[in-house]
């Protein structure tokens, strides 16, 4: 009985983990598929994401800011290649420009405040692909 008891608690820890655990998002899940628009004039080429923002609870008007929510990059194979928190400065302004070799590329919000949308993102040399997420 105790065994038992065991065995079905220990499969419950298993399922539960298994379902907390994070998974990787391959170019096969992508809702849509961004490409290059902007020269740049660089070797590389470079990736600018505005994402939803999000209050920064200051209180006052003047303290109030609203950053651009972070987001995860992973290469088209579905590996993880970094979390970005997705602002230049302090006050978040401005989305993190992120300078990238030539690629696909798989964006995923961290964070959404309405619903989770998957971008390709395809980077060439010389050119900023610039993603702006939907709200719905």
Do not use: F
């Not at 628009?37 to 590389?44: E, G, M």
């Not at 003047?62 to 651009?68: R, S, V």
């Not at 290469?75 to 302004?93: F, M, Q, T, Y």
């Not at 300078?99 to 390709?120: A, F, H, N, Q, W």
Request: aromatic share 8%; with cysteine.
């Amino acid at each position: 009985m105790k065994t038992n008891l065991i065995l079905i608690m220990g499969s419950c820890l298993l399922l539960i983990t298994g379902c907390a655990m994070s998974r990787a998002y391959t170019w096969q899940d992508v809702t849509r598929v961004v490409e290059p628009q902007i020269p740049t004039y660089t070797p590389q080429g470079s990736l600018l994401v505005y994402t939803e923002r999000a209050s920064s609870g200051g209180g006052t008007s003047e303290d109030e800011y609203y950053p651009y929510l972070p987001y995860t990059l992973y290469g088209a194979d579905g590996k993880l290649l970094r979390s970005v928190e997705n602002h230049e400065n302090i006050r978040g302004d401005e989305p993190e420009h992120i300078k990238l070799p030539p690629g696909k590329y798989v964006v995923v919000p961290d964070v959404s405040l309405t619903k989770r949308e998957i971008v390709g993102v395809i980077v060439e040399d010389g050119k900023t692909t610039e993603v702006r997420l939907q709200e719905s």
